[in-house]
């Protein structure tokens, strides 16, 4: 009791909950990696002096309601189309730090057209990409990033490259585009990952500030409860699987 | 300030929107419409009233930047003609479901499937019954000349604003493609981010300022009571919209034994059709929707205690019908012409048509 009090005075305290997430209990499964990046985010916004500036949207997938959670004002948009969104309302709202938050799924299959070109024209939003290889909230399918070989509810015998392709690497597509300023791949599996990728996500949000292009902020996550695993059997197998697939980095910029 | 010019009805859209204030269009080239994306990077109203213009990748993409557009209380349009439209539907159930105002033209053409790139009126269920999924309706205008098109434009955005719904434009290629006197009105400049924060900060995105609660747009509902709370909400507003705001105009209707229901190009036909039954002493009048949703149902209903029989003249095979024979109770017989595909009507065939439905049974 006593220890417990000492440990709470304001001296002693090395972390708090960023002030920009709400306490709205977080609908996450246990080990999913969404609420770790809900959380960097949610930092750095703070620590730029955004709050005020910040428009997101938010995805259909898991991310669709960081709006209770992330202290700012925010557009929920259709499946994939978070990217059209984000276009018009920093077209609209030049001075606005505008981001998109969205799934493998949401991006890189039904909104592979509205990303691709968002990206092509420049547009001075950043993309922040949730990588975790499957549908989440659908209930565990395939998604285009899915690893050869990965199980889901709609490869039960594993996925085979002759029926349903490779695993989509967008970030090194979109690098590609002249529009695109900042291409970077990141994980928050481990803490020196968390630190590595909020630094990241903070030289994405600038160069959208200084309006150098589309920012692209990927991070390779977990998804223990489509994964059918243990948050710790989760982390491990990004290690193991994942990142060999979608190594962390750079990719441009 | 205020100006005649002989213009296009397509360029009139254009013109109309850089005028009422518009903040963004987003577009995709389609025939019968492309002018007036055209038109638009002809004005580069950016240079001027600081209008953003963007021609987009899909119409998918084009309907989903003007939510974004909406979302922040701006005001935004979109256009297009039948195909694009479809791609469009699940955008504007969206703007239905998060109550965001639009502005949306289709200058619509013969279907289904790619069709023709002619004229048609085939789209009349899918503006006015839906098109996108869902309990929600959009408010439809159906201008019957170049200076409707003009007018309708600043109409269209002070509806979708007060209802905060999206509004279709219904034309058709004829009337985006012909050519007419049009009175221009003076220019209106657009919102400042402070009026936009003064008359939409209950609920448009703007970058929550310390002053206010966050802003949230989304149409995602997990409990489904508060769906249906919701939906009831909408229905509300909806029969708001049908008390107050539906218009038609009545041509000869007072003491007509029959009457024609058009709208758009087929009402200008029809016109024709009343006088031709004039000079053989028949007594015809013509009622022109001016808004299809909501249908001008109380002055049909009206009519159908006394007339002997309705015409619904449309460019399809008989869609507007269905909505007449409800307006009217089938008290009277409710018969249907129209040429489609692409294929206009001729004064002469509605004619034949009315005396053979009406006068040979
Ligand atoms: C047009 C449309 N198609 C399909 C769906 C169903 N749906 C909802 S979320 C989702 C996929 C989400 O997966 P992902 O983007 O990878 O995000 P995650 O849930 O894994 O974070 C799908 C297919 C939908 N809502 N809308």
Redesign the pocket.
Known sequence: MAAREVARTPENKVYSKPRLLTDAVMHFCPGCS?GTIHKLIAEVIDEMGMEHEAIGIS?????VLAYDYIDIDWVEA??GRAAAVGTAIKRLNPSKLVFTY??????AA?GTGETIHACNRGENITIIY?N?A?????GGQM?PTTLLGQRTATTPQGRDAAQHGYPFKVGDMLAQLDGVCYVTRQSVHTPASVRRAKKALRKAFENSMQQKGLSFVEFVST?SS?WKMTPVEANRWLAEHMLPVYPLGDIKG | MEEIRLMKGNEVIAEAAVRCGCDGYFGYPITPQSEILETLTMMRPWETTGMVVVQAESEVAAINMAYGGASCGKRVMVSSSSPGISLMC?GLSYLAGAELPCLVVNVSRGGPGLGTIQPSQADYFQAVKGGGHGDYHLIVLAPGSVQEMYDFVSWGFDLAFRYRNPVMILSDGVIGQMMEKVVLSAPKPRWSDEQIAEMWGSWAVTGKPASRTRNIVTSVELDPLRQERFNHKLTDKYRTICEREARCEMVGCDDADYVIVAYGSSARISQKVVELAAEDGLKVGLLRPITLYPFPEREIERLSHRVKGFLSVEMSMGQMIEDVKLASRCRVPVYHFGRTGGVIHTPTEVYEALKSNFLQK
């Open positions: 969404h995805p259909v997938g898991c991310g259709a499946h969205q799934g493998d799924g949401d991006l039904i949730i975790n499957i549908y989440g909230m659908t998604a998804c489509g | 699940e």
